[in-house]
Nanobody
Framework: QVQLVESGGGLVQPGGSLRLSCAASGFTFSNYAMRWYRQAPGKERELVAGITSAGDSIVYVDSVKGRFTISRDNAEKTVYLQMNSLKGEDTAVYYC???????????WGQGTQVTVSS
């Protein structure tokens, strides 16, 4: 069955770094665009970063540009989110998403908590 398993979240001090991973199984990973979303308490889920299936196009929300980097390894069926210079406002549950619009496929992971606090 389809699975997206996030890992790498935790508690970090402001200015610190974390690397999130999302391991995929149960579908052809290399055919899917991958995205990281986040949802803070009391707020709507927002797109943080996205990468195309081939990795040739990447987008970021303005608030993370220059601090976060999304990447993927199609051989390992994993997408990453390197987060540097973390701020309190980055505190949220981070979700991995796989999407292939041509077949209306849309898969989500269970989320991993990131807390930025001193």
């Amino acid at each position: 069955q389809v699975q997206l398993v996030e890992s790498g979240g935790g508690l970090v001090q402001p200015g610190g770094s974390l690397r999130l991973s999302c391991a995929a199984s149960g579908f052809t990973f290399s055919n899917y665009a991958m995205r990281w979303y986040r949802q803070a308490p009391g707020k709507e889920r927002e797109l943080v970063a996205g990468i195309t299936s081939a990795g040739d196009s990447i987008v970021y929300v303005d608030s993370v540009k220059g601090r976060f980097t999304i990447s993927r390894d199609n051989a390992e069926k994993t997408v990453y989110l390197q987060m540097n210079s973390l701020k309190g406002e980055d505190t949220a549950v981070y979700y991995c998403n796989a999407r292939r619009t041509t077949i209306r496929a849309d898969y989500w992971g269970q989320g991993t908590q990131v807390t930025v606090s001193s």
